[in-house]
C-alpha cells in the first residue's frame, strides 16, 4: 500500500549532510518526496511509496549520517501528493 509519511527530525540534523543522505536513502528505497531544512534548526521530510519502504526510510532517520545526532522524530500521515521523484529543497 502507498503512504505518505511527514516527519520533522530534530537535534543536531543541520550542516551535517542529513538531507543529501536522507535523500540517497530515499532514492535507494526507490522513495519519492522531499527533504528541506526548517528556520528552526529541525528538517521537514515527506516521504510516499510503499509502506515498508517508507518504514525503512524512518528507522534511517532516527539514527541519520554519521555527524548527525537525532533527539526526536515527530511522524504524521499525510495525503498521498504523487511526487514524481525525491528532491532536497533549499530555500
Known amino acids: 500500500m502507498i503512504?505518505?509519511?511527514q516527519l520533522t527530525i530534530t537535534g543536531?540534523?543541520?550542516g551535517v549532510y542529513y538531507r543529501a543522505s536522507a535523500a540517497d536513502e530515499a532514492q535507494?528505497?526507490?522513495?519519492?518526496?522531499?527533504?528541506?531544512n526548517n528556520f528552526d534548526g529541525s528538517v521537514g521530510?515527506?516521504?510516499?511509496?510503499?509502506?515498508?519502504k517508507v518504514n525503512a526510510l524512518i528507522a534511517w532517520c532516527r539514527k541519520g549520517p554519521a555527524r548527525a545526532e537525532v533527539k526526536?522524530?515527530?511522524v504524521t500521515e499525510g495525503e498521498i501528493r504523487g511526487y514524481k521523484n525525491?528532491?532536497?529543497?533549499r530555500f
Do not use: P, T
Open 28 to 36: 535507494r528505497l526507490g522513495l519519492k518526496g522531499e527533504v528541506w
Open 3 to 5: 503512504v505518505n509519511k
Open 72 to 74: 526526536n522524530i515527530n
Open 12 to 14: 543536531k540534523v543541520q
Open 86 to 89: 525525491f528532491v532536497v529543497k
Open 45 to 52: 521530510l515527506i516521504a510516499e511509496g510503499e509502506e515498508d
